[in-house]
């Protein structure tokens, strides 16, 4: 088992920032915002609670809470 302490993380700051700016702040897999929208089409997300698994820079939680009103 890893003890947390010995953990490295996934992505350092350098990694992380090139890619936001190549996905878009908060994304760090190529889609973005526009991918998102296409995925949850035709759902009401509005009130409903999510989980975002592996939810990276956040981006994508950040984008259904916002724009389509998940709690």
Do not use: N, Q
């Not at 010995?6 to 190549?22: G, H, K, Q, V």
């Not at 089409?41 to 998940?70: N, Q, R």
């Amino acid at each position: 088992m890893i003890e947390t302490a010995d953990a490295e993380p996934e992505y350092d700051d350098t990694a992380i920032r090139f890619l936001e700016a190549l996905w878009g702040e908060g994304y760090l897999s190529p889609g973005g915002p526009d991918e998102v929208d296409r995925i949850v089409e035709g759902l009401s997300l509005k009130g409903k609670t999510i989980l975002d698994i592996g939810c990276g820079a956040g981006g994508i939680t950040l984008h259904l809470m916002v724009k389509h009103g998940a709690a």
